[in-house]
């Protein structure tokens, strides 16, 4: 799901291996020196957060600008973000884009070099500014390398989108997802690729040929200049652990947030056709159409008694005529169609020819509409009277770039959930789309099942809540997500919130890991996915116990 691009076993441009099973061949050292336990700084079940500092420089011109400097910074790390991606690494800040202003002064150095071909050796040589730096970063790394201290890695130098064709055959794996990204290359950069590791370092013993005909300390050769590899050794530190268990604020989301009285959920769901690709299909074709019955029906077990209550823009469920003509009658309206989504049973008089324009009528009434189901109870919060309370489920189905369901599901909701593509971090949900005044005021749950959502929202969504992590926790995901399976793992996500047994947030991330298929597989893994924003919540059960009746 990133650029949302959820990933997922299908045939088609979404072919991925188990996230966790993807190579990082490149040379890595374990120091011994990092000590692991149950809990980290983030909640999480396969992640461990880490400080991630490599050293690097770049080339540019005599007399570059701050601007340039930083222009070249940006798109150098840019590479840094998909070697890392490969080796199952996720990064905090947004594409590893940092301000030359944020840069450690102590490592900050500019160089006057001279650059010659050591082929011709009368040639005036090219002035340039080399500038060394040292990033840092919180990173997200698997529990199989919370001991891990080194990854040697690599980046592509320079103009580097300029040779994608190189890239594409000699540091990708070359197939349709990545010629899908020949035109943001950095994306599908893996260095611990065999053919990867020869073709950097042939590239670096040509290199090293014309550094041994140069004396001056200043000078390098026009092939270091121009390279397109370079090799950066990744460092990975130890963050301390917190070792309690924590919980989202019950107390506050069952006191009545955004609507007196209620919890509202707001679920926006996206198609999940490979945008990258160019894919289009029939609604009832898309991979997402059965999850977003999937998801529901699993709310629907967790918390019982919930009811259609309308659909916006408005429509007749009870009733479809289908596009050979004939006319359907649902006495359970929207029910009757999850159930032939779900489990094949039809309407009565519905021949095999029926059932295709029997879905595609539905979904037409369906797609990109809101529909919202209610549930009510009663609850009792401490040692307060037991008051009505109504669980409010407003579900969207069909969401693409625009981000207008997003910022109403978001503005209205104190359970808020996206399961879809991520564009890469530009599409609808991008923090650029939105400013403070599209959050409540009151606490929220953000989670956002798209690819790579840790790097893409965690760190600037904080910012636009008023209250930043004292009324938000998000829940995002370090690497690529799942589409298969997902539509089931997000709606047990959203069950174990509000199914009453105030589950902690490891909990939470458990309901939503992945179950085996029919065959007994598990297509999928939670893609380290991570609880952030938790750790000055301060609701306990046991000293504010809830109960629903």
């Known amino acids: 799901m990133c650029v949302l691009k959820l990933r997922m076993l299908k045939p088609g441009a979404f072919r991925f291996l188990p996230l966790l099973a993807l190579p990082f061949s490149l040379a890595c050292t374990d120091s011994g020196d990092s000590v692991d336990s149950d809990e980290d700084q983030i909640t ?74 050591p082929s011709r050796p009368g040639a005036t040589p090219t002035r340039m500014l080399k500038v060394s730096y040292r990033y840092t970063d919180s990173a997200l790394v698997p529990k199989s390398m919370a001991r891990r201290s080194v990854l040697v890695s690599g980046v592509l130098a320079g103009n580097y989108q300029s040779q994608s064709a190189r890239i594409l055959k000699e540091c990708t794996g070359n197939d349709s997802e990545a010629r899908e990204f020949q035109n943001s290359i950095w994306y599908v950069f893996n260095p611990s690729l065999d053919q990867c590791e020869t073709a950097m370092a042939t590239e670096q013993k040509a290199i090293d ?35 309690r268990k924590t919980y989202p604020e019950y107390d506050q989301l069952y006191a009545g947030g955004v609507k007196p009285g209620r919890v509202v959920i707001g679920m926006v769901n996206g198609l999940m056709a490979d945008w990258a690709a160019g894919e289009k299909h029939d609604t009832i074709d898309d991979y997402g159409w059965p999850m977003w019955f999937e998801g529901l029906e699993e709310i629907f077990s967790a918390r019982p008694g919930f009811k259609f209550v309308s659909i916006e823009p408005s429509e007749d469920l009870t009733s479809l005529t289908l596009s050979t003509g004939k006319k359907v009658t649902l006495p359970n309206g929207f029910f009757d169609v999850m159930t032939a989504v779900l489990d094949r049973r039809y309407p009565a008089g519905l021949t095999y020819s029926d059932q295709r324009p029997f879905l595609n009528a539905a979904a037409s009434k369906l797609l990109k509409h809101w529909v919202k189901f209610e549930a009510t109870t009663t609850v009792k919060i401490g040692s307060a009277t037991a008051k009505p309370f109504t669980f409010e489920l407003d579900s969207y189905f069909g969401a693409e770039t625009d981000p207008t369901p997003h910022k109403r599901a978001i503005k209205t909701s104190d359970i808020f959930t996206y399961n879809g593509h991520s564009y890469i971090g530009y599409g609808p949900l991008d923090p650029r789309n939105f400013r403070s005044s599209d959050f409540p005021s009151t606490y929220q749950i953000l989670n956002l099942n798209g690819c790579v959502s840790y790097n893409y929202y965690e760190r600037d969504y904080i910012p636009l809540k008023a209250g930043g992590t004292k009324k938000l926790d998000l829940v995002t995901n370090g690497l690529e997500s799942w589409v298969s399976g997902s539509g089931g793992a997000v709606g047990r996500y959203v069950g174990s919130l509000i199914d009453g047994k105030l589950n902690d947030y490891k909990s939470v991330l458990a309901a939503a890991q992945f179950l085996p298929n029919e065959y007994g597989y598990e297509w999928g893994q939670d893609a380290l996915r991570v609880v952030d924003g938790e750790l000055d919540n301060t609701y306990t059960p046991s000293k504010m116990p809830i109960r629903f009746q």
């Open 44 to 117: 999480s079940l396969t992640a461990r957060q880490r400080t991630l500092t490599f050293d690097a420089s770049v080339l540019v011109r005599e007399g570059a600008s701050g601007f340039e400097i930083e222009s070249a910074i940006t798109k150098q790390n840019q590479s840094a973000f998909g070697a890392l991606r490969t080796a199952n690494v996720g990064v905090n800040r947004r594409e590893l884009k940092i301000p030359l202003a944020e840069l450690d002064p102590a490592y900050l150095k500019k160089t006057v070099v001279n650059v010659v071909d």
């Open 209 to 243: 040929r014309d550094r041994a005909k140069i004396a001056d300390a200043d000078t390098i050769s026009i092939s270091e200049a121009n390279r397109l590899y370079k090799t950066v050794t990744m460092s990975f530190g130890f963050t301390p652990e917190n070792d």
